[in-house]
Structures are given as structure tokens and as C-alpha cells.
């Protein structure tokens, strides 16, 4: 008998004979994290029973209560005072008890014409629509920040490197704006993605769709979504939209990860290409000349478990047959942990890299070593028509010389030049000037100042 009343209190109790376990309650809960969907399915609940009443399945003055109903009880978690319980389950079901609690018979309506796999999934969606457009807006002023180091910046020349190795002179602001463009990529993957978010599931009910007269289209125009889904079955049972989010989040952690690997080398004493601030490091507890980069190697350490959170949900919807499963209540931990791991990494990254103080001075010097001009001699002989791999040849022989001797292409001098090849002639010592190889680069995309400012140019335009 005792064990009866209790079970009466789960929407479901009409069929069971028993109480659910304690420990099973403990388990299947998700109330402890997806309590913080409750705007979203307060939301989606309005909307659906403005639905329910337009389409005459409902009375309007039910409607009217339940959207009165629900309004009371989002200002009440919102203030903190409404008490989620984990024998509820999940942030549905204690909102909706909490609603029928509150206004009866008519609270008992709300839930005609759905389920919580249609519910879920609207939640989902909502929430990362919101997080998809937050986060765009936040990769943005990114990006802006980069553009006005890279203007800041003009004209400073840094060794490129292929291999970790000195390659050849670039201008920092190239470096800069490649950065730039990765996370303009990255922004519009999230824009594209928030295409396939941003469909309203509702109305697909359990897996079936209904029998009542609903109007999905009104509920997907109330909610502002873009469209409606098109197949019930498919509508509670993926997540591809959630991936492509975590996707999205992976890559984009994944460049901010390679910026911050690259600060952390360029602030070490070995490099000094860059000071970061005071306020953004850290110091140790020994080693009183310490400075650490510890934000730069969070940013790089956060990296694994967005990944992480990305095969988490891929592992998770691997088997599953359709339509919803619980497994599906999975879902929830790792999307909100790449959303906020990614809104804190973003909020910070662009306060750091503005106070970053690049060593123009120290960048340049490495710039000029190590025969990084090599390339410019081998391009010199080819236009005076020489074929590039016998350019390339020669300029080889010129740099083995020049280890051998204890000299470099700038001290080499002209008699020595010419015995690798009569087309050297003296303007070769301006050609191998860091700033001269720079500026000598044509091609669409290349280095020289007249392509980085281009670079900014169409940036600025795609993104404002
Ligand atoms: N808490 C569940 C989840 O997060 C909601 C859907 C539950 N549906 C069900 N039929 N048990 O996925």
C-alpha cells in the first residue's frame, strides 16, 4: 500500500506496483545538471501551450494559466527560492509537477502533445543556440583584437619557421593575421552549425508524432526557430547537432591550444620574443624569479577535455538504436562543459593577447640569422634566368660555404659570390635584407606588407 501512494507521484506511477529505489533515483537523475535548462524549457513550455490553445485543444483560459503558472515559477527559480527534487528527475518533470502543484487540472494539460524526448531535445537546442550565437559574438571580438595587434604591429619582422626551424622573414602581423583567419573559420563553422541547431523537435512526442491537431509551424515561428524537423523519429533521436557544436568547439580549441603552445615558447628566456603581462601569469612558490604562462597552459590543457567531451557524445550515440534512448541523458555534462569552458577561454584570451609586449628588436635579429634569406638568393637567380633547382643548387653550395668559412650571406663577399655563379652581382647584399625579402614577396596571400593589409581589409569586411 505505502509502496503504491509513492509510486503515484511519478507521472507514470498508474503502472507500477513499486516504488523506484533510492539508488536508482541517485542514478538516473539529471535534475543536479540540467536544472540549468530551466529558461529554456520554461520557454519551450509557453510556446506550447500558446500552441495548444490557438489549435483548440486546450481552453485559452487553461493556457492562460499555465503560462501564468509558469512565469510564477521561473521568477521563483530564479530567485533561488523553488526546490529542484532528484525524485523528480529531471528539469521536466519538476517543472511540471511544480506546475500542476500550482494551478491543478489545468497544469495537467501542459504536457498533451509532447514528450520529454521532444522536450529534451528542444532545451538542447535552445541552449545551444543562445551558447552558438554567444560564442560567435565572442570569437569576433577576437579576431578584432588581432587585426589591431597586426596593424599595431606593422612592419615588424619575425624568422617564420617550418620544422621549428628558421625559414625565412615574415612580418609579425602575418603571423598574427594567420591566426586571425583560423579563427574566422572557426566562427563561421559555429554560424553554419547554428543552421542545423536551430530547428524546432517539439511535436515530434515520444517518437510518433500525434493524433491531436498541433501546429508545430506557430510553435517554431513563436520560438524564433528556423524551421520545423522533418521526421519524429529522427527529431528525438540524434544529437548531430550537438556534435557539430563539440566539433566545432574541438577545432577552435585546438587553434586557440597552438596559439598558447607558441606564447608559452615566445615568452621563454630562450625566446624573448614576447612579454606577457604581469596580471596574466603567475608566479612560483620556490623559484622567486619565476613567471609563469599558467593561462596560456590552461588554454592548451583545456583542449583535451573539449576533445574529450567531443568523443564522449560520439561514444555515447554510437550504438544506439532509434529512437531515444537514456543514454541520451549523457549528452548534457559534456555540452555544457565545452560551452563554458569555451565562453571562459574566449572572454580571456583576447584581454591577454591585447597587454602582450612583442620584442620587435629581438624578433629581428632572428630574423636576420641563420641563412633565413637563402630562399631570396635562389629566387634572385632565377630571375636572371637561372632554372630554380640549379638556383637552388648553388644557393645550397653559397650557405655549405659559408658554415665552412665562419661567415654569412652578408659578410660573404662579392669575389666568393662569384665563384657559385657570374649572375651575383652587389645588389644580392640588399636582395638578402630581412625587410627586403619581406617586401619582395607578390603573391596573393604572401607576407609583404601590401598583403597584410589587404588581409585586415577583407577581414574587417567579412566580420563587422
Ligand atoms: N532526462 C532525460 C534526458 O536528459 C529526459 C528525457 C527522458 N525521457 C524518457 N523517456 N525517460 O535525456
Known sequence: MKNNKKAAKKPWGGRFKEKTADSVEKYTESISFDQRLWKYDIEGSTAHAKMLAKQGIISKSDAEKII?????????????????????????MNIEAALIKRIGTAGAKLHTARSRNDQVALDIRLYLRAETERIGGLIKSLGLVLMDIAEKYEGAIMPGYTHMQRAQPVLLSHHIMAYAQMFERDRQRFADALKRINMLPLGSCALAGTSLPIDRAYVAE???????????????????????????ASILMMHISRMAEELILWSSEEFLFAVLPDAFTTGSSIMPQ?????????????????????????TTMKGLPLAYNRDMQEDKEP?????????????ILPEMLSRIEFRTDVMSVSAGAAFSTATDIAEYLVQKGVAFRTAHEITGKIVR??????????????????????????????RIKPEVSVSAKVSYGSSSSASVKEQIRNLRKKII
Do not use: Q, W
Request: charged share 35%.
Open 222 to 248: 513563436l520560438l524564433g526557430f528556423d524551421d520545423v524537423t522533418e521526421n519524429s523519429i529522427d527529431s528525438v533521436s540524434d544529437r548531430d547537432f550537438a556534435l557539430e557544436f563539440l566539433s566545432a
Open 68 to 92: 501564468k503558472g509558469l512565469r510564477e515559477i521561473g521568477s521563483e527559480i530564479d530567485s533561488g527560492k523553488f526546490r529542484f527534487s532528484e525524485e523528480l528527475e529531471d528539469v521536466h
Open 290 to 314: 619565476k613567471k609563469n604562462p599558467d593561462v596560456c597552459e590552461l588554454m592548451r590543457g583545456k583542449t583535451g577535455r573539449v576533445y574529450g567531451n567531443l568523443i564522449s557524445l560520439l
Open 335 to 347: 555540452i555544457f562543459d565545452t560551452a563554458d569552458t569555451l565562453r571562459e577561454t574566449l572572454k
Open 401 to 430: 660555404h659559408c658554415i665552412d668559412k665562419g661567415c654569412t650571406l652578408e659578410t660573404m663577399p662579392m669575389a666568393s659570390y662569384k665563384t657559385f655563379s657570374k649572375y651575383i652581382d652587389k645588389d644580392i647584399y640588399e
